[in-house]
Nanobody, 133 residues
Framework: QVRLVESGGGSVQAGGSLRLSCAASGYTYSRYSSNCVGWFRQAPGKEREGVATIYTSGGSTYYADSVKGRFTISQEITKTTMYLQMNSLKPENTTMYYC???????????????????????WGKGTQVTVSS
């Protein structure tokens, strides 16, 4: 059974930083497989939106325009864990953040931060990020 568990959310003031983690179990998280893992977020009443993804084979990373230069996605394959380092946080970044995973090709993985993550079949339950002004 695939399980994705997020952690690291919390409350921070504008300009601060948080590091989210997503631990995967029951999932073939390998640098040799066509895995795409990533982060999405969804505020109440709004559509889910992409934040960042990483193609596990090779480690190519992809970002939504709104977070480029401030957020960094990374992975520790040996720990089957993915991270999202969020710097220079803004109040509008306040929402639930979810990690997702699936077997996707590199081009699709690169396109997913622009969308709502419909391509992903595995999701965590989310972690709340609150940024105060």
């Amino acid at each position: 059974q695939v399980r994705l568990v997020e952690s690291g959310g919390g409350s921070v003031q504008a300009g601060g930083s948080l590091r989210l983690s997503c631990a995967a179990s029951g999932y073939t998280y390998s640098r040799y497989s066509s895995n795409c893992v990533g982060w999405f977020r969804q505020a109440p009443g709004k559509e889910r939106e992409g934040v960042a993804t990483i193609y596990t084979s090779g480690g190519s990373t992809y970002y939504a325009d709104s977070v480029k230069g401030r957020f960094t996605i990374s992975q520790e394959i040996t720990k089957t864990t993915m991270y999202l380092q969020m710097n220079s946080l803004k109040p509008e970044n306040t929402t639930m953040y979810y990690c997702a995973a699936d077997l996707l090709g590199p081009q699709t993985c690169g396109d997913t931060p622009k969308g709502n993550g419909a391509e992903f079949g595995y999701w965590g339950k989310g972690t709340q990020v609150t940024v105060s002004s």
